[in-house]
């Protein structure tokens, strides 16, 4: 199983920014997805996922800022995030855990998309 992110990038304080995962391989069922970020010098922390049954949860510091969908069908998670600020800064990393098709339950994560907010 892979999760290919993409979607990162610069963009001022108050702009918008879409991230896309895609997970792939042998997939039987993703269970959650979501979205981790890494500031520098800070711990990585969860910012949203979403479960297969659509339940989603935020950090408080996104709430109403950012929003988390899936498209199940592609296994693809996005993260629109809207009113961006510059403490929003970070390496952003997608994660999943997934069913293979061997029954095997696990966490996979993507690699890191940098999305630098300026001031």
């Known amino acids: 199983v892979q999760l290919q992110a993409s979607g990162g990038g610069l963009v001022q304080a108050g702009g918008s920014l879409r991230l896309s995962c895609a997970a792939s391989?042998?997939?039987?069922?993703?269970?959650?997805m979501g979205w981790y970020r890494q500031a520098p010098g800070k711990q990585r922390e969860l910012v949203a996922d979403?479960?297969?049954?659509?339940?989603?949860n935020y950090a408080d510091s996104v709430k109403g800022r950012f929003t988390i969908s899936t498209d199940n069908a592609k296994n693809t998670v996005y993260l629109q995030m809207n009113s961006l600020k510059p403490e929003d800064t970070a390496v952003y990393y997608c994660?999943?855990?997934?069913?293979?098709?061997?029954?095997?339950?696990?966490?996979?994560w993507g690699q890191g998309t940098l999305v630098t907010v300026s001031s």
């Open positions: 979403v479960t297969s049954g659509g339940s989603t």
């Open positions: 994660n999943a855990k997934i069913v293979s098709t061997t029954w095997y339950v696990r966490e996979y």
């Open positions: 391989g042998n997939i039987f069922r993703v269970n959650v």
